[in-house]
């Protein structure tokens, strides 16, 4: 087989391979709201970029849902009780939003995502100090960065 062929070979292995790979939709919509995609051209592929834990307990996802999962989810049943129908990206920056602490390690939710660690878990914390972080935050946008995107034509 050519060096060419190969080549070629892998890369329709690769495309075929790739829907597999894929994050599920709602961490195809999180992760760019959250801006945790940046500097990473093949998000899409990397389970890194938003893990399952960011919500679920067993790293493989599934059933078992940690603090920020559980907060999600009332989230959602909070605005079905209202009348609200929201979709996903309106629920995670309404929870957000909400300045909220549901993992109780003093960092509100929104600070961890700010730096990059895991809000329903209370092992992963940030290094920096809250006011330090909450101080970068609202120079970043605070909350306010982690609207739904707008839909481009």
């Not at 603090?67 to 957000?96: C, D, I, V």
């Not at 990059?116 to 909450?134: M, R």
């Amino acid at each position: 087989m050519t060096p060419l062929r190969l080549v070629a070979g892998l890369l329709g292995a690769l495309v075929v391979a790739a829907p597999a790979l894929a994050l599920p939709k709602y961490r195809t919509q999180a992760a760019p709201q959250l801006h945790l995609t940046e500097g990473n051209a093949l998000w899409q592929l990397d389970r890194r970029v938003m893990p399952c834990t960011y919500c679920h307990v067993d790293p493989a996802g599934g059933p078992g849902w940690n603090p920020f999962g559980q907060a999600l989810q009332r989230t959602f049943a909070e605005a079905a009780a209202a009348g609200q129908h929201l979709n996903f990206p309106q629920a995670l920056s309404q929870l957000l939003a909400a300045n909220t602490d549901v993992d109780g390690d003093s960092y509100a939710d929104a600070l961890e995502v700010f730096a990059k660690t895991l809000p329903g878990d209370s092992q992963s914390k940030p290094e920096t100090p809250v006011t330090d972080l909450a101080a970068a935050f609202e120079q970043a946008g605070g909350v306010a960065q982690y609207a739904p995107l707008k839909k481009t034509k």
